[in-house]
């Protein structure tokens, strides 16, 4: 099956880099196939930025994603920019403290997860991105959590590994509230 996956917010909010870690845990933990397509705007920091992961146990012959089964907003501009293109039956993961949905559009699964609050709760709203990236796993199991958990190990500086283990399994647990 293939999984069409955008992940969309603002530079600095760690979009490519959860994207990067999705598709890591994917492709070399879960052993399926994985393309990677990010998009960001001239600015570093504060400018628009979408990134895309393409999964699937098949070969992979068309690595755009067009309409994402799951999409995951980081904030008001890139919902306002992506949030009517999703696949009928999507999901739809919003950080909920930075993105106003209003009303679930209609026929798509929406779970509004505090990521920034939680991230401060753990001492630095840098890893918003993290437990995002656990609660999504929780609420959809497109990887697994320990080829996910494992993807964050290899991808962050040791020195901040503790902190976004944590992040992690905050969002885990948080997403495991969510989808019971």
Do not use: H
Not at 144 to 157: C, F, H, I, N
Request: proline share 4%; aromatic share 6%; hydrophobic share 40%.
């Amino acid at each position: 099956m293939r999984t069409e996956i955008r992940f969309a917010g603002f530079g600095g909010q760690g979009v490519i880099s959860a994207a990067k870690i999705s598709g890591r845990a994917a492709a070399i933990n879960d052993k399926l196939n994985a393309v990677l397509t990010q998009s960001y705007g001239p600015e570093a920091r504060g400018g628009a930025c979408n990134a895309n992961v393409v999964i699937s146990q098949d070969r992979i012959s068309y690595p755009e994603v067009t309409l994402p089964n799951l999409l995951v907003i980081l904030s008001q501009e890139a919902y306002t920019t992506f949030g009517s293109k999703i696949a009928p039956g999507g999901t739809l993961i919003v950080d909920r403290d930075l993105v106003d949905v209003g009303e679930a559009p209609a026929g798509i699964r929406l779970y509004r997860v505090p990521a920034t609050q939680l991230a401060e709760g753990l001492g630095n709203r840098i890893v918003a991105n993290v437990v995002m990236l656990g609660a999504v796993v929780a609420i959809t199991g497109f990887v697994s959590k320990e080829g996910m958990l494992g993807a964050v190990r290899d991808s962050v500086p040791s020195r901040f590994l503790e902190l976004n283990e944590r992040a992690f399994e905050t969002g885990y647990d948080y997403g495991r509230k969510l989808k019971s």
